[in-house]
């Protein structure tokens, strides 16, 4: 058996999201199946480190396919000589682009579907694409894989497709996240990224529908009415910064308490995470929420967004916000960092709540649905 996959995201130090997604589950799925050939296709020069097994070969399709114009071109000319040539079983695809026409099975794994809700957090040019090919997407792939039950029934309303078409595979966490016992690591975190005082955390892309405006706002607002030290720190990339976002970020009475610290590495992080007072993820909109896990997993409380996938993931494990109200992240806040009874019990339930969910599963799930996917294949004529 010959799996292709479209492994265009796994770039070293810059796995985000779905890259997390990919690295994460074929490195179990490679290893779990030896006998199974697979050709991982990179837009540009790989890292070894995602050669996972003997059994993946890397191939570079240029061009780098970063803008609609080249993702056309790649997907619809580069990658379908590719997949024509090595005459595999399946096209696996993890951020769920595909070829126009394909001549094999195909899976799509459609993680969420933000630009259809929340169009104004898109550029112009990469808008026009999203609304025009996902729906193309899938309703072509043979199957459709996605990462919550939230995302499953968005896409089966937003572009009628059928229930049974879906599966839906749920995103894991890296259990090498674990909770600080040791105050003076902790004090060294905070002294070293907050000169010294607790800290609430966010962690992701600085994209406008992860609410970064309503976060500052919300703990500025926390600052103001408690007059506490905390600082918050920013973790991610400002590859989406709005005038929106800066024009929140220079109102603030208390803009000296947050602290900007670009991309960390994992190693860091781990440490990092498990130092704050609390995980702050409030997002308009998301398709599963990876952080949520990774921060119960660290021993930390979350506070988190009522709506969309996030509720669904976060259960009864974290205090739950409208992202659209300043004043309610901002009350959680203040009962996360006054109420030690409140902190004790989320974390007691995060750490619940994080046993339903790793990249074993998330692995297993995704191969169950590449199988089923296949086994539909069989039954076409792709020639």
Known sequence: MKIIVNTRLLIKNRLEGIGVFTAETLKIITKNNPKVEFIFLFDRKFDQQFIFEKNVKGIVVPPQARHPILFKYWFNYAIQRTIKKEKADLFLSPDGYLPEKMNIPSLAVIHDLSFEHFPEAFPKSQLRFLKKSFPQFATSATRIATVSEYSKKDIMKQYNIDEKSIDVVYNGSINDYVPIKNQEIKNAIRQEYAAGEEFFIYIGSLHPRKNITNLLK??????????KKHKILIIGRKMWWTDEMEKAYQSMKH??????TGHISKEKLKKILASATALCYLSYFEGFGIPLIEAFNAGIPVITSNS???????????????PFDVD?????????SDNKILREEL???GNQRAKDFSWEKSANLLWDS?????AIGNEKNYE
Do not use: G, H, P, R
């Open 370 to 374: 590449m199988m089923k996917t296949i």
């Open 218 to 227: 919300a703990f500025d607002k926390f600052k103001e009415k408690t007059q």
């Open 255 to 260: 803009q000296t308490a947050v602290v900007f």
């Open 308 to 322: 969309t996938s996030l509720a669904e993931v976060a259960a009864n494990a974290a205090l739950l916000c409208n």
């Open 328 to 336: 309610e992240i901002a009350a959680a806040m203040q009962d996360i």
């Open 347 to 349: 974390i007691q339930k």
